[in-house]
């Protein structure tokens, strides 16, 4: 098993430009998430969604969409890029468990 | 205030030690306590989960949590160098909402 799977590891955007985080997991978890992680500041949530067709907002979404048109695909939408947007991105998944499968980040620098 | 508290060290001991680290939190609702063990540049990895009081024990790893302090712990006997990683605290109320992540604590076990 992959597990989840983000895309792309690393990215360099410039200030107004857009982009697309991908993430895709293959063990049927209905309930996705996206986390940034800032030093110091801990995991915060952006989006989560609990199945297809259903997402909501978490702590820090200005700046940000998603969508979920399938199971295994939770994109995180980024518009207008800002200096303020540089972090680490995480995605994260989770069947009737508790636990969290987290996916390896994407490093992402607005400049 | 913030709902999770961790402090985020770094934390240095020597090969053999016991290591404790430890969260705080103010919401009385959380009832499930998750800790995570993030390798530099990797997604967090689940260790151990608990639900309510008590102690769970893995290996060389143990969680206790004391919700009439709102405190929980984990506790690594024997460390080694390859538990050298930050550990993040989470918890939740419930496992259908939000879990809330602490900042993390850098731990290096030295040889």
């Known amino acids: 098993n992959a597990g989840v799977t983000q895309t792309p590891k690393f990215r360099i955007l410039k200030i107004g430009q857009s982009m697309t985080l991908q993430c895709t997991q293959d063990m049927n978890h209905n309930y996705m998430y996206w986390y940034r992680q800032d030093p110091g500041m801990g995991l915060k949530l952006i989006y989560y969604?609990?199945?297809?067709?259903?997402?909501d907002k978490g702590e820090v979404p200005n700046g940000y969409n998603v969508s979920r048109s399938t199971t295994e695909d939770f994109p995180l939408r980024l518009e207008l890029a800002a200096p303020s947007q540089t972090s680490v991105y995480f995605c994260a998944s989770r069947g009737q468990g508790y636990g969290y499968t987290f996916g390896s980040g994407t490093r992402l620098t607005v400049v | 205030q913030k709902e999770v508290e961790q402090d985020p060290g770094p934390l240095s001991v020597p090969e053999g030690a016991i290591v404790s680290l430890n969260c705080t939190y103010s919401n009385s609702a959380f009832q499930y306590f998750m800790w995570y063990r993030q390798y530099s540049r990797k997604g967090p990895e689940l260790l151990m989960y608990t639900y309510s009081s008590g102690n769970k024990e893995d290996g060389r790893f143990t969680a206790q949590v004391d919700k009439s302090s709102k405190y929980i712990s984990l506790f690594i006997r024997d460390s080694q160098p390859s538990d050298s990683a930050t550990y993040l605290c989470?918890?939740?109320?419930?496992?259908?909402?939000?879990?809330?992540f602490g900042t993390g604590t850098s731990l290096t076990v030295i040889p």
């Open positions: 969604s609990v199945g297809a067709g259903i997402t």
């Open positions: 989470a918890m939740s109320a419930n496992t259908g909402n939000q879990f809330y």
